[in-house]
């Protein structure tokens, strides 16, 4: 071949590609806007949550959905809309969460589920970002005097299906060499009932979770988490693959209330620190640059939000932490500033 025909040829070539890859991004572009314009032409936003979690998603008296991850779907809301109420809650069994969100029954699913590899590549979802760090434990009777989980050799495990809390229990009793009897089933409150019931010597799944469904017990005093964990349950929530657009608010969303935190603005004084000179907190806050327009929202997006639920702190304590009932600690949700982990990236 010719120098002048290789050189046509490679021509053709880059002319192909070119072609190709701008197809590919208006074919990407088209895709990424997808869920935000079904959500906003659907005039609400659709979040998937568990059964009933104290702390993290629960109806209260009036029907209401409740919760730390609730927040998340009305911050999520918040940005979109400015109103915090047009969410649509769908509640989902364990086994039941990721096809929910395969199939777009749900635009995002904000329930205490873990992130894992085999989850991240092998559904055709995403996870977004750690919103809760949490590790899996073991919920026993007082009246067995157990000092630790060595004295649950032989013993018969209560577990929801569909959770990571099945895998682990299996490779913790395998790994030291013990035995166990595995009493599975399909919900959280069937679960629940039957370790209640007796049907099973302890129940297991994620800490917080346990000391939410702890007080669920008749008799809650009787009961006692152990105080060895097994995993690593990073918590967060999740998206399909496709919408990095959608993915992008999702997880910048879960940013916003941890840096809002870290620069102390709250629901109280977020109007004032609007005014701020300092040019992080102007940037988060959008008096400087348009990072809101970039994600499709407005560039007040986080003043929205901090309005609607509060920062990360806020909620975490309304909720979970101090001003709730099941008080638990911050430990390693707190900020990384203080000792924790959560950390969230620069807004520039």
Request: hydrophobic share 40%; aromatic share 10%.
């Amino acid at each position: 071949m010719s120098s002048f025909s290789t050189g046509r040829f490679a021509g053709k070539l880059a002319g192909l590609i070119g072609g190709l890859a701008l197809t590919a991004t208006m074919s990407g572009a088209a895709m990424a806007q997808s869920t935000l314009d079904k959500i906003k032409q659907r005039g609400h936003i659709i979040c998937g949550t568990s059964q009933g979690v104290a702390g993290f998603s629960l109806p209260d008296a009036q029907g209401q959905w409740r919760g730390f991850d609730t927040d998340f779907c009305r911050a999520l809301a918040a940005a979109i809309f400015n109103d915090q109420e047009k969410t649509k809650y769908i509640s989902l069994a364990s086994k039941d969460r990721l096809t929910a969100l395969q199939s777009g029954e749900i635009d995002v699913l904000a329930r205490t589920t873990t992130w894992t590899l085999g989850r991240d590549t092998g559904f055709g979802l995403n996870f977004t970002a750690i919103t809760y760090f949490d590790g899996q434990g073991f919920l026993v009777r007082k009246s067995l005097n157990l000092k630790d989980l060595k004295g649950l050799d032989g013993a018969s495990i209560c577990v929801a299906q569909g959770t990571t809390s099945e895998l682990n229990l299996a490779d913790y009793f395998r790994t030291n060499g013990m035995k166990y009897e595995v009493v599975a089933y399909a919900g959280l409150d069937e679960t629940v009932q039957a370790y209640e019931a007796g049907r099973c010597d302890a129940y297991t799944t994620d800490l917080s979770q346990l000391a939410s469904n702890r007080n669920k017990l008749k008799a809650p005093e009787e009961h006692e988490l152990l105080t060895e964990v097994i995993s690593k349950e990073p918590l967060g929530p999740w998206v399909r693959q496709g919408d990095d657009a959608w993915f992008d608010i999702v997880r910048w969303t879960a940013f916003a209330l941890v840096n809002a935190e870290e620069f102390g603005i709250t629901q109280a004084n977020v109007d004032e620190m609007v005014k701020s000179q300092n040019p992080e907190i102007r940037r988060l806050l959008g008096g400087e640059g348009k990072f809101g327009e970039s994600l499709g929202l407005t560039n007040d997006w986080v003043v929205r939000i901090i309005k609607a639920v509060g920062n990360y702190g806020e909620s975490f304590d309304r909720h979970l932490g101090d001003k709730s009932a099941l008080k638990l600690p911050r430990g390693p949700n707190r900020l990384w500033t203080k000792g924790g982990l959560q950390y969230a990236p620069p807004v520039r």
